[in-house]
């Protein structure tokens, strides 16, 4: 069984930063691919930035340039760092691992990006 633990959200002004990390755990034997998504109420939910198990990043069009994707293996962690944050940055952000062959999820964590 995989865990995921989503941290780090909260409230920011625009422009403001916020870094997200997620700590998996459990029963992991292969990691593919490690990433965030993010929903708002009433839409579908889409990516954010995806990272490899060779270090290769993938970010959504809205993202790029603000948003940087990285993992620290010693601690099972992977972090999204969030700069020049938008109101429309605003949604709940799930952190996702594919490994073991299967897709795993966190229970996610509220960014809110308001004045």
């Known amino acids: 069984q995989v865990q995921l633990v989503e941290s780090g959200g909260g409230l920011v002004q625009p422009g403001g930063s916020l870094r997200l990390s997620c700590v998996y755990s459990g029963s992991i034997f292969m990691i593919y691919m490690m990433g965030w998504y993010r929903q708002c109420p009433g839409e579908q939910r889409e990516l954010v930035a995806v990272i490899t198990n060779i270090g290769s990043t993938h970010f959504a069009d809205s993202v790029k340039d603000r948003f940087t994707i990285s993992r620290d293996n010693a601690k099972n962690t992977v972090y999204l760092q969030m700069n020049s944050l938008k109101p429309e940055d605003t949604a709940v952000y799930y952190c996702?691992?594919?490994?073991?062959?299967?897709?795993?999820w966190g229970q996610g964590t509220q960014v809110t990006v308001s004045s």
């Open positions: 996702n691992v594919a490994a073991n062959g299967q897709s795993h």
